[in-house]
């Protein structure tokens, strides 16, 4: 695989392109861009069928290990790797750890070896026993094995031995890497932890551009821990570790940066070069009952929210779609009502239709992202999004709250996905934006 | 042919020579469904996450919906502001609802039924509910499908007392002529009647009788399929076809298992409906011809074979077993992936018996289907009396 700059925006924004894929020769994703956030191989609540509705281009899947392992003695068997398994040959994957929006026990570390925490409890892993995985889910692109589940509040001790640990075990995966054939059609990345102590992340940093002739790209980690406290963090001190590590990067590598970010978030580390992100944010969405609708158009200030709590009964007899103008399936065939029933009577459609429509959202704002970056107006594109952003804070998030207690109490205490009054409250919208 | 209102025109096309099978159209306002038909179930309005387009595309014509719930939620207020459940869930196809009954005697401990209706409290607020024939159809009417069925007085199939099931199949009548009574939209919308009588041939002739005076356009076959001895079910059902009208559809409720569709096709049974296929799919369970595979079983954890080689469904397409394993009863889109098989099944099933019914091989389809599903020809007593009695014998082959 190779990635390519393909143009230069007024800052460090870029607009590239990932090619040569071994088995897609011909296909071209381009950058920035979110990948599909998958589980057990698929993407979060669709069929392959479903999702061909939804993108008829070849994407990036996010296949993080901490869902995927039970995968493997079936992928190895087949041996054509964990995305023909999946169901989804159409499409390249990028193989990672762990899901970094996942909250996970803390601690649990032995030498050289990180926990994973999968479903059915930890299993700890090396740095090889992480290549052999990948030798057999052949992703086209390999994040290297790392400690990156720290947050920036995490105590230097902690960090320290991160960073070490992850330096270690990326030297072993370089030695891997080179020595496997198997692993010569897929791309390894270097990952960069510990930010929460600017010496250390120099340190992983520096350690990283040792192997820059072996490593196709880099990722950051480090910044959170998974939970929704460590990821409330002010956007200026955000800013400040993208553009430190981007600025410390070659720009010929892709930049992959991972987590549940919101799009403030996303358009400031774009803004300093960024690439690709995970795309566990529309799912995290999708399973909060929420829809995602910003507005793109900057020739128009939409005072309205961006995000809809589908849950809410003031849907229950709208008849219009989540979105009106929005190409998606789900806009195009069906409405609010129609969902918020879903949602309510606890029918798996609903999760369908808001990942059509959030995965389809999502996705046309990197598209504009790329179109503002190539027209030079990103600057203008992101504070139109940032805008509408934070304006849900001027919303007292009470309005959102109050209003789901009269719906049928019994479903939703049963109901154990996250809920609106908690995403508020959490990194998940622009609590973090000022 | 047909009825006597244009809501609903049903053609025999075919019939099988030997046996009471026939092939047929049945003309509806939203669609011209080919029957025999089975009809998936989508209690509240959906089908198991499923997308309309994809039930499109996997050739169902008519599926079902359930008056209890959807009366519930969304309620009937958003389903008449929607203009109807078909808008409501954008399904372009036809649609039957049931009356209501069934499900409230079913599921809730504390129903009641008297001359007027069915008493029941309800489990959302406790207040106390009377479903009248009168207010079922009402809120059939509001939901519009194209067939909607009559309130039945519902009894366990396997009760005992003559005296109460004489008195549910005589009511049954009575209800069944204050719900046409009660009819708003009898030029889009068909009531159909509900053949009562549990397992007494008796009753149940006088049931099919009474019903045939009536101005119907199809009739159902109730009370059955529900927990009774397999021997004492299909006489009940070859009665019904004997004497139902030929020229009218014949709806078996609740019947959806591929033996059964198959003997009581033969039986001259021309609608089904269950929520069998859907409901095992959630556990894992994918259909075969052989019966199902379960696929949460450690001997599929390396198959790289589809569920069915023979089946063209997205998920033999794109999916092996050994995947399937992986993610069954983890992932909501196994769920997906088992259903759309599962209807694929029931559709390839019926879409087989009526090419067979139409090429006028319909006896010999049916002696190989058994001879697959039971390789040492073990037959069930019950399978082969009832295929013999409309002339297939499967023994001797
Ligand atoms: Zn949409
Ligand atoms: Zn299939």
């Given at each position: 695989m190779?990635?390519?700059?393909?143009?230069?925006?007024?800052g460090s924004?870029?607009?590239?392109?990932l090619?040569?894929?071994?088995k897609?020769?011909g296909?071209v994703?381009?950058?920035?861009t979110s990948?599909?956030?998958t589980?057990g191989?698929?993407?979060?609540?669709?069929?392959?069928?479903?999702?061909?509705?939804?993108?008829?281009?070849?994407?990036?899947?996010?296949?993080?290990?901490?869902?995927s392992?039970?995968?493997?003695n079936?992928?190895?068997v087949?041996?054509?790797?964990?995305?023909k398994?999946?169901?989804l040959?159409g499409?390249?994957?990028?193989?990672?750890?762990?899901?970094l929006?996942?909250?996970?026990?803390?601690g649990?570390?032995?030498p050289n070896k990180v926990p994973l925490w999968?479903?059915?409890?930890?299993k700890m892993?090396?740095?090889?026993?992480?290549?052999?995985?990948?030798e057999v889910?052949?992703p086209d692109?390999?994040?290297?094995?790392?400690?990156?589940?720290?947050?920036?509040?995490?105590g230097?001790k902690?960090v320290?031995?991160?960073?070490?640990?992850?330096s270690?075990?990326?030297?072993?995966?370089?030695?891997r890497?080179?020595?496997?054939?198997?692993?010569?059609?897929?791309?390894?990345?270097?990952?960069i932890?510990?930010?929460?102590?600017?010496?250390k992340?120099?340190e992983?940093?520096?350690?990283v551009?040792?192997h820059v002739d072996t490593?196709?790209g880099?990722a950051l980690e480090?910044?959170?821990?998974?939970?929704?406290?460590?990821?409330?963090l002010?956007i200026?001190t955000?800013?400040?570790?993208?553009?430190k590590v981007g600025?410390?990067?070659p720009?010929?590598?892709f930049?992959?940066i991972e987590?549940?970010w919101?799009?403030t978030?996303?358009?400031s580390?774009?803004?300093y070069?960024?690439?690709?992100?995970?795309?566990s944010?529309?799912?995290k969405?999708t399973?909060?009952?929420?829809?995602?609708?910003?507005?793109?158009?900057?020739?128009k200030?939409n005072?309205?929210?961006y995000?809809l709590?589908?849950?809410?009964?003031?849907?229950?007899?709208d008849?219009?779609?989540?979105?009106?103008d929005?190409e998606?399936l789900?806009?195009k065939?069906?409405?609010?009502?129609y969902?918020?029933?879903?949602l309510?009577?606890r029918?798996?459609?609903?999760s369908?239709?808001?990942s059509?429509h959030n995965?389809?959202?999502?996705?046309?704002?990197?598209?504009?992202i790329?179109?503002?970056i190539a027209?030079n107006?990103f600057?203008?594109?992101?504070?139109?999004?940032t805008?509408?952003c934070?304006?849900l804070?001027?919303?007292?998030?009470?309005?959102?709250k109050?209003?789901?207690e009269?719906?049928?109490?019994?479903?939703f205490?049963?109901?154990?996905?996250?809920?609106?009054?908690?995403v508020?409250s959490?990194g998940?919208?622009s609590?973090?934006c000022? | 042919m047909?009825?006597?209102?244009?809501?609903?025109s049903?053609?025999v096309?075919?019939?099988?020579?030997?046996?009471?099978?026939?092939?047929?159209?049945?003309?509806?306002?939203?669609y011209?469904?080919?029957?025999?038909v089975?009809?998936?179930v989508?209690?509240q309005g959906?089908?198991?996450g499923l997308?309309?387009?994809?039930?499109?595309?996997?050739?169902?014509?008519?599926?079902?919906?359930?008056?209890y719930h959807?009366g519930?939620?969304?309620g009937?207020?958003v389903l008449?502001?929607?203009?109807?459940?078909?808008k409501?869930m954008?399904?372009?196809?036809?649609?039957?609802?049931?009356s209501?009954?069934f499900?409230?005697?079913s599921?809730?401990?504390?129903?009641e039924i008297?001359?007027e209706g069915?008493?029941?409290?309800?489990?959302?607020?406790?207040?106390e509910?009377?479903?009248t024939?009168?207010?079922?159809?009402e809120?059939?009417?509001?939901?519009g499908?194209?067939?909607?069925?009559?309130?039945d007085?519902?009894?366990?199939?396997?009760?005992q007392?003559?005296?109460?099931i004489?008195?549910?199949?005589?009511r049954?009548s009575?209800?069944l002529?204050r719900c046409?009574?009660?009819?708003k939209?009898?030029?889009?919308?068909n009531?159909?009647p509900?053949?009562?009588?549990?397992l007494?041939?008796?009753l149940?002739?006088q049931?099919?009788q009474?019903?045939?005076t009536?101005d119907v356009n199809?009739?159902?076959?109730g009370?059955?399929s529900?927990?009774?001895?397999?021997?004492?079910?299909?006489?009940?059902v070859?009665l019904?076809?004997?004497?139902?009208d030929?020229?009218?559809?014949?709806?078996?409720?609740g019947v959806g298992?591929?033996?059964?569709?198959?003997?009581?096709?033969?039986l001259?049974?021309?609608m089904f409906d269950?929520?069998?296929p859907?409901?095992?799919?959630r556990?894992?369970?994918?259909?075969?011809?052989?019966?199902?595979?379960?696929l949460?079983?450690?001997?599929?954890?390396?198959?790289?074979?589809?569920i069915?080689?023979?089946?063209?469904?997205a998920?033999c397409?794109?999916y092996?077993?050994a995947?399937l394993?992986?993610?069954?009863s983890?992932?909501t889109?196994?769920c997906h992936l088992i259903?759309v098989?599962?209807?694929?099944f029931q559709?390839?099933?019926m879409?087989?018996m009526?090419?067979?019914?139409e090429?006028g091989t319909f006896?010999k389809?049916?002696?190989?289907f058994?001879?697959?599903v039971y390789?040492?020809n073990?037959?069930?007593?019950?399978?082969?009396n009832?295929?013999h009695?409309v002339?297939i014998?499967?023994i001797?082959t």
């Amino acid at each position: 695989m190779r990635f390519i700059v393909k143009q230069n925006g007024c800052g460090s924004e870029r607009i590239g392109r990932l090619t040569g894929f071994f088995k897609f020769p011909g296909a071209v994703i381009e950058t920035p861009t979110s990948a599909l956030f998958t589980q057990g191989g698929s993407v979060v609540h669709l069929t392959s069928d479903v999702l061909s509705r939804v993108f008829s281009s070849p994407k990036l899947l996010w296949v993080p290990l901490s869902n995927s392992i039970q995968l493997e003695n079936g992928v190895k068997v087949q041996n054509d790797g964990v995305a023909k398994f999946a169901g989804l040959p159409g499409h390249v994957a990028c193989a990672t750890l762990n899901n970094l929006s996942e909250v996970t026990p803390s601690g649990h570390f032995e030498p050289n070896k990180v926990p994973l925490w999968t479903k059915n409890g930890k299993k700890m892993l090396s740095a090889n026993r992480y290549m052999d995985v990948m030798e057999v889910f052949k992703p086209d692109i390999i994040l290297a094995i790392a400690d990156g589940r720290t947050a920036l509040n995490e105590g230097s001790k902690r960090v320290s031995k991160a960073v070490n640990r992850t330096s270690q075990m990326l030297n072993e995966c370089v030695d891997r890497y080179k020595a496997a054939k198997e692993l010569q059609n897929s791309t390894l990345v270097g990952v960069i932890v510990g930010a929460a102590n600017p010496k250390k992340i120099d340190e992983c940093v520096q350690n990283v551009l040792k192997h820059v002739d072996t490593l196709g790209g880099i990722a950051l980690e480090g910044i959170t821990d998974g939970t929704v406290e460590s990821m409330d963090l002010n956007i200026k001190t955000l800013n400040e570790v993208f553009e430190k590590v981007g600025n410390a990067i070659p720009k010929n590598l892709f930049h992959i940066i991972e987590g549940c970010w919101n799009p403030t978030v996303i358009l400031s580390a774009i803004e300093y070069g960024w690439d690709v992100f995970d795309g566990s944010y529309p799912v995290k969405l999708t399973n909060a009952g929420i829809a995602l609708k910003l507005s793109f158009d900057v020739t128009k200030d939409n005072d309205t929210m961006y995000l809809l709590d589908m849950v809410d009964q003031r849907y229950k007899e709208d008849f219009t779609p989540i979105l009106e103008d929005c190409e998606c399936l789900a806009c195009k065939k069906h409405t609010r009502a129609y969902i918020r029933h879903l949602l309510n009577t606890r029918e798996m459609l609903a999760s369908v239709l808001l990942s059509i429509h959030n995965l389809h959202h999502f996705d046309q704002m990197f598209f504009y992202i790329r179109k503002h970056i190539a027209s030079n107006t990103f600057a203008i594109f992101k504070q139109h999004i940032t805008k509408q952003c934070e304006m849900l804070k001027t919303f007292a998030p009470d309005r959102y709250k109050g209003l789901n207690e009269a719906i049928d109490k019994q479903t939703f205490q049963k109901n154990k996905k996250i809920r609106v009054s908690e995403v508020l409250s959490s990194g998940l919208v622009s609590n973090n934006c000022t | 042919m047909g009825g006597t209102s244009k809501a609903l025109s049903f053609t025999v096309q075919s019939e099988c020579p030997t046996s009471r099978a026939r092939a047929g159209i049945m003309k509806l306002p939203h669609y011209n469904v080919k029957t025999p038909v089975f009809m998936p179930v989508g209690t509240q309005g959906t089908m198991k996450g499923l997308l309309p387009d994809q039930l499109e595309n996997l050739d169902c014509e008519i599926i079902l919906g359930n008056t209890y719930h959807l009366g519930n939620r969304p309620g009937v207020d958003v389903l008449k502001k929607a203009g109807g459940l078909h808008k409501f869930m954008n399904w372009k196809r036809a649609l039957l609802t049931d009356s209501g009954g069934f499900q409230m005697v079913s599921l809730l401990k504390l129903a009641e039924i008297t001359e007027e209706g069915v008493k029941f409290r309800s489990p959302y607020d406790n207040s106390e509910i009377m479903l009248t024939p009168e207010k079922s159809i009402e809120i059939q009417n509001y939901i519009g499908a194209d067939i909607i069925m009559q309130l039945d007085d519902v009894v366990q199939t396997t009760f005992q007392d003559y005296d109460r099931i004489k008195v549910a199949t005589e009511r049954t009548s009575r209800w069944l002529d204050r719900c046409l009574k009660a009819h708003k939209r009898p030029d889009d919308q068909n009531i159909f009647p509900i053949v009562q009588g549990l397992l007494n041939p008796e009753l149940r002739r006088q049931s099919a009788q009474e019903h045939m005076t009536k101005d119907v356009n199809g009739f159902a076959i109730g009370g059955l399929s529900g927990g009774e001895a397999k021997d004492d079910f299909w006489p009940m059902v070859s009665l019904g076809t004997k004497i139902l009208d030929k020229h009218k559809p014949r709806y078996l409720m609740g019947v959806g298992l591929a033996i059964d569709l198959v003997v009581c096709v033969a039986l001259g049974v021309d609608m089904f409906d269950c929520v069998f296929p859907t409901r095992t799919a959630r556990f894992g369970c994918a259909l075969v011809n052989k019966g199902q595979l379960n696929l949460k079983q450690k001997q599929y954890q390396t198959d790289l074979n589809p569920i069915d080689k023979n089946c063209d469904c997205a998920t033999c397409e794109n999916y092996t077993r050994a995947y399937l394993h992986c993610i069954v009863s983890v992932e909501t889109v196994a769920c997906h992936l088992i259903s759309v098989h599962n209807i694929a099944f029931q559709m390839r099933l019926m879409r087989t018996m009526r090419e067979n019914i139409e090429n006028g091989t319909f006896p010999k389809f049916v002696k190989d289907f058994f001879c697959e599903v039971y390789p040492d020809n073990n037959f069930p007593n019950w399978i082969v009396n009832s295929l013999h009695s409309v002339g297939i014998n499967i023994i001797n082959t």
